[in-house]
């Protein structure tokens, strides 16, 4: 299986990148026959990504969650699987270009330095850390996709404010859609760290009894919940709408972002087992 990996490793970007071509072609002609091609093939792209991962998992005897390039791999998936999902749902076109180049670039960072691993530390093998990991990184993905959706709200409204009605406007579903999207990726974003954070109080004592409550992954996840939560609460009892919903998404996924970086390169967590 281990020649498997490796050569995975390599064709699994080039997927990625076949689906962008894919989406990307159909975002600048608008061709109705790639539609379902163009899901076909991210699909498929999905199905080997997933089997690469149980591959993985079932090598080295633990879920790829011990480093950071392991991690990545699970980000590329999860978020062009949020993306798929949520396109059957919505059936929106035009925006698949945007969310799978960010699966593209983790997948690409993931391959290039992805380490075999087959000693770690025992706390990595318990399936319980196991579901609470894959929850936080479901929820991360969710966050991206409201993010990216959030940006192009942005650039639909400064081109409809400057009369610049070309491609993107006829491409990008409207402001209100778009809107839609990303309170919907964000209300999924806060469920599944809603599930990742309870999990983690649970578990957590046990796990590390020494563990610091000013961690700061723990700090860094706690504010894009807070925040994540005011955003959602705030658009149903105070009627948000529009830019305002939208800055609050952008500012999560930036907290995000940095909280990820300060965890992994410059801090040291009890969150990094490597």
Do not use: C
């Amino acid at each position: 299986m281990k020649n498997v990996i490796d050569i995975s490793n390599f064709i699994i970007p080039v997927l990625y990148i076949i689906s962008f071509g894919f989406y990307f072609y159909d975002f600048m002609k608008a061709d109705k026959k790639f539609l379902n091609s163009k899901r076909f093939f991210l699909l498929l792209t999905l199905v080997y990504h997933l089997v690469y991962l149980l591959i993985r998992t079932i090598e080295f005897d633990h879920p790829p969650i011990t480093n950071v390039f392991e991690i990545f791999t699970v980000l590329a998936f999860a978020i062009s699987f949020s993306y798929f999902i949520l396109e059957l749902v919505t059936d929106i076109r035009g925006t698949g270009p945007f969310i799978i180049i960010i699966s593209i670039i983790f997948q690409i960072i993931s391959s290039a330095f992805i380490p075999d691993v087959y000693q770690v530390k025992e706390v990595l093998r318990n399936h319980l850390l196991g579901v609470h990991v894959f929850s936080a990184l479901l929820g991360y993905s969710a966050i991206t996709i409201s993010a990216v959706y959030g940006f192009l709200y942005l650039i639909l409204f400064n081109d409809i404010k400057l009369n610049k009605f070309g491609l993107v406007f006829n491409r990008l579903p409207n402001l209100e859609v778009l809107e839609r999207l990303s309170y919907i990726s964000a209300i999924i974003g806060f469920i599944l760290l809603s599930i990742a954070i309870i999990i983690g109080v649970i578990w957590l004592p046990s796990a590390f009894p020494h563990f610091s409550y000013i961690d700061p992954k723990l700090i860094g996840t706690s504010l894009v919940w807070i925040l994540y939560g005011l955003g959602i609460f705030s658009k149903i009892f105070s009627k948000w709408q529009g830019k305002k919903v939208i800055h609050f998404s952008i500012l999560g996924f930036v907290i995000a972002i940095l909280s990820t970086i300060v965890t992994n390169f410059i801090a040291r967590s009890f969150h990094s087992f490597y």
